[in-house]
């Protein structure tokens, strides 16, 4: 039988902050796929993150396939919007959430995966934008810059960072989003420039890190889905069911669906793809106009 095997290799998930996003979902896929994985999480959601992985009482979202609960290898301490210590304000570094954690710059998360013996897989599940709510017109120069920095930049810099220290043959993974070139209204703050970046740059990098190391680079667009962060932007329920009710397929995407296409392409089963954007959205995309009747 022909499966996803993962067996022996280590993933890291950047972006995980709580049991309810994509982020969360890969890590439990690519678990069950037989990985061992750590994941990297925002300073201020640290503490929250490693209580609710340590309770005793275990819920459905720690659950994996076979019944046991998903532990990860590590947690780290991971702010995407720096690549070196000395690049963080000092009003950062002296915050009570980020004094006493060492190094969490892309330098630091490196330097740690390296001492934990390096890495074969990792996926970018990572956007921030401080005006998100504001519309392009209305979204101030720095508001933009820092939604294309945390969002897009911090791709290239895992890659930067960690394409030396994974073994050959290894796969990085970023979450995009329709709005990357379409329009939807209420994802404003500069966050679909951010993604129309991250995928530009996810082909340029495809090209450069497989020939310098074999590495390939690929995206998964899920469709809309009621995470936290998208609970955060707007209307998220009445973009599931608008979106829903024109897709091919009438039943809204599940985290676990996300999960499972990105233990695909992290397997050796994919070793052929590379520079892509696959669409995990019930067909929507592909839709010019909604059926009528």
Request: proline share 6%; net charge negative.
């Given at each position: 039988?022909?499966?996803?095997?993962?067996?022996?290799?280590?993933?890291l998930?950047?972006?995980?902050g709580?049991?309810?996003g994509?982020?969360f979902?890969?890590?439990?896929?690519?678990?069950?796929?037989?990985?061992?994985?750590?994941?990297?999480?925002?300073?201020?959601?640290?503490?929250?993150?490693?209580?609710?992985?340590?309770?005793?009482?275990?819920?459905?979202a720690?659950?994996?396939?076979?019944?046991?609960k998903?532990?990860?290898?590590?947690?780290?301490?991971?702010?995407?919007?720096?690549?070196?210590?000395?690049?963080?304000?000092?009003?950062?570094?002296?915050?009570?959430r980020?004094?006493?954690?060492?190094?969490?710059?892309?330098?630091?998360?490196?330097?740690?995966?390296?001492?934990?013996?390096g890495?074969?897989?990792?996926?970018?599940?990572?956007?921030?934008?401080?005006?998100?709510?504001?519309?392009?017109?209305?979204?101030?120069?720095?508001?933009?810059?820092t939604?294309v920095?945390t969002s897009?930049?911090?791709?290239?810099?895992?890659?930067?960072?960690l394409?030396?220290?994974?073994?050959?043959?290894?796969?990085?993974?970023?979450?995009?989003?329709?709005?990357?070139n379409?329009?939807?209204?209420?994802?404003?703050?500069g966050?679909?420039s951010?993604?129309?970046?991250?995928?530009?740059d996810?082909?340029?990098l495809?090209?450069?890190?497989?020939?310098?190391?074999?590495?390939?680079?690929?995206l998964?667009?899920?469709?809309?889905?009621?995470?936290?962060a998208?609970e955060?932007?707007?209307?998220?329920?009445?973009?599931?069911?608008?979106?829903?009710q024109?897709?091919?397929?009438?039943?809204?995407i599940?985290?676990?669906?996300?999960?499972?296409?990105?233990?695909?392409?992290?397997?050796?089963?994919?070793?052929?793809?590379?520079?892509?954007?696959?669409?995990?959205?019930?067909?929507?995309?592909?839709?010019g106009?909604?059926?009528?009747?």
């Open positions: 039988m022909l499966a996803i095997d993962l067996t022996g290799k280590h993933a998930v950047a972006g995980v709580d049991e309810r994509f982020g979902a890969i890590a439990k896929a690519l678990a069950d796929a037989g990985a061992i994985v750590s994941v990297a999480t925002w300073p201020p959601l640290l503490k929250l993150f490693t209580m609710m992985m340590a309770r005793e009482q275990v819920g459905p720690l659950l994996r396939r076979d019944g046991t998903l532990e990860l290898a590590a947690i780290y301490p991971y702010d995407a919007d720096y690549d070196r210590l000395e690049d963080v304000p000092a009003e950062v570094a002296n915050h009570r980020y004094k006493d954690l060492g190094d969490f710059t892309s330098t630091g998360l490196a330097a740690a995966v390296a001492a934990n013996g890495i074969d897989i990792v996926v970018h599940s990572l956007a921030n934008a401080p005006e998100v709510r504001n519309p392009l017109l209305e979204t101030s120069r720095s508001g933009y810059l939604a920095s897009a930049y911090s791709h290239v810099s895992l890659l930067q960072h394409g030396p220290v994974m073994r050959p043959n290894g796969s990085f993974i970023a979450l995009s989003y329709m709005a990357s379409r329009v939807v209204p209420g994802y404003g703050g966050m679909s951010a993604k129309a970046s991250l995928e530009s996810a082909r340029v495809a090209y450069e890190a497989g020939r310098r190391w074999g590495h390939r680079v690929n998964l667009s899920p469709g809309a889905y009621k995470s936290r998208a955060a932007i707007g209307p998220i329920d009445a973009m599931i069911e608008y979106t829903t024109i897709a091919p397929l009438q039943d809204p599940t985290a676990d669906e996300v999960g499972v296409a990105a233990a695909f392409l992290s397997s050796p089963l994919a070793s052929g793809i590379t520079g892509t954007v696959i669409e995990v959205d019930k067909g929507y995309s592909a839709m106009l909604t059926a009528v009747g």
